[in-house]
């Protein structure tokens, strides 16, 4: 080493000690880096982190789920460096720019059939909120001022500003500041995991089950319908909630009840969307058509914040009115439809268009699901499942017994630790451990994954 350069571990430690000095890290209980040490970060590329030390790190969680192509890919980054050569911001409120023009062409082409206007904000919760009062206003607009409330699921998470956190039911977020929130009503989940109560008994198909369970379902929607603005779900997949699964089919009979009853569908589709579960988006699975679709993380790989959400005809079209009605939808943010960002979700598609990446999704998920085999006999795994590119491993103390390991015991934050150490990132969901990785991991790095991810819940379940 150069004696004038500076030593990398004490520039690593320099910098972790300042950003516990001023920064209030996200989902975290700061006291807790008192003995659990924040991991510094000075590059990144493709599937891999790297610290100022040079020791490198598998990302396999995308970061938060949004490097769906890997960290700085070529494709992107060229698009967003062209487009800081000639635009960096512009308000979007009576001006527009290229980028969010053909970014919005592009979108109405790939998205279901009818989805044809784009309303941009700044991060997943705000694509909520917007679909939130766009819906109440609607139902405003076109003389049903009565239907103000919403429709959640049990288990769900959309997001944590206010709006968004009042229509999900995920305890550990809500709680705390329910006496903010508007009161939604409940849906049962269709989560199809053998660890729920009264859930999918041994031999149950998840499409039996998620048919079971939806006439449960249908039966709240009727006798709410007159009050009801919409209903929102995040399709096949409840992400926070433990990466809980269920059939398509639940949606599909959801989006028939929705028509029927005059309630709007909202779609989360902030951590599922662009190919995670398979197809571009989980709604494919079922062929519908949300009346609202909610987009951002993966619409950039990673890159830059944007989210979108988007509508139909027949919604514009009850806002669009001589301004003295009052009826324009007058939500928004300083950085909508950021050219820069809007150039990084361009670079985005492009990368898509290069080739078949559903097949190559569904591919690499195959392989995790093989590469996890000893994992479905485990003493104490309850249940492996999959859908996609992601693939989750609920942990408990007795399967059998559908008995969960206590909260308090941390188990999921050593299996966290474990990985670290062994050069991996997982950051589990309490006692469920999670692979969510870019699409451009390699076969070689499924298979270091998942050795170090059953090595994870060994150490995660010793007593």
């Not at 490198?56 to 062209?82: Q, Y």
């Not at 409840?238 to 009853?261: F, N, P, S």
């Not at 392989?367 to 499942?385: I, Y």
């Not at 941390?410 to 990785?437: E, F, I, S």
Request: hydrophobic content about 40%.
């Amino acid at each position: 080493m150069n004696p004038t350069s500076p030593d990398p571990a004490n520039a690593a430690s320099d910098l972790v000690s300042r950003s516990r000095a001023v920064v209030w890290h996200p989902c975290t209980q700061m006291k807790d880096h008192e003995w659990l040490p924040l991991v510094p970060v000075a590059k990144a590329e493709g599937v891999w982190l790297e610290t100022p030390d040079g020791k490198r790190i598998l990302d396999a969680v995308s970061s938060w789920w949004t490097n769906i192509f890997g960290h700085r890919h070529p494709v992107i980054v060229e698009h967003v460096k062209r487009q800081l050569d000639t635009l960096d911001h512009v308000m979007l409120a009576g001006f527009t720019h290229e980028p969010v023009v053909s970014l919005s062409e592009k979108l109405v082409a790939l998205t279901p059939k009818g989805l044809s206007r784009c309303c941009y904000s700044d991060n997943g919760s705000s694509a909520v909120e917007v679909a939130l009062k766009m819906s109440h206003h609607y139902w405003r607009n076109t003389g049903k001022p009565e239907k103000t409330r919403f429709a959640t699921l049990t288990n769900s998470y959309h997001g944590e500003t206010l709006g968004a956190l009042a229509v999900g039911d995920t305890g550990l977020y809500r709680d705390t500041y329910a006496p903010l929130l508007l009161t939604p009503i409940t849906l049962p989940s269709p989560d199809c995991s053998l660890m729920q109560d009264g859930g999918r008994g041994p031999g149950e198909s998840w499409e039996d089950y998620s048919r079971r369970r939806f006439s449960d379902a249908r039966r709240i929607l009727e006798a709410h319908a007159e009050t009801l603005s919409a209903v929102i779900i995040e399709p096949l997949l409840q992400c926070a909630g433990g990466m809980r699964m269920y059939h398509a089919v639940w949606i599909k009979l959801l989006r028939e009840a929705c028509d029927e009853l005059g309630i709007h569908l909202i779609a989360d589709e902030i951590a599922t969307g662009f190919g995670r579960t398979g197809h571009m988006f989980a709604c494919d699975h079922a062929n519908i058509t949300p009346d609202f679709m909610c987009l951002s993380k993966g619409i950039t790989g990673g890159t830059l914040p944007l989210a979108v959400t988007m509508t139909n005809e027949r919604v514009y079209e009850a806002f669009y009115d001589d301004y003295a009605t009052g009826k324009a939808f007058l939500h928004s943010h300083s950085y909508t439809g950021n050219p820069l960002a809007c150039a990084a979700a361009l670079g985005t598609l492009a990368v898509f268009d290069e080739c078949n990446w559903m097949a190559i999704v569904r591919g690499l998920g195959q392989l995790m699901w093989t590469q996890t085999a000893a994992l479905r006999s485990h003493p104490h795994v309850a249940e492996v499942r999959q859908q996609g590119m992601v693939l989750a491993v609920e942990l408990a103390a007795s399967p059998h017994q559908r008995k969960p390991y206590p909260a308090g015991e941390r188990r999921g934050l050593r299996a966290y630790q474990h990985a670290l150490d062994k050069g991996v990132l997982l950051r589990p969901l309490g006692n469920t451990l999670y692979l969510m990785p870019p699409y451009v991991i390699t076969p070689a790095e499924i298979g270091r994954l998942c050795e170090v991810l059953t090595e994870a819940v060994d150490v995660a379940t010793r007593t």
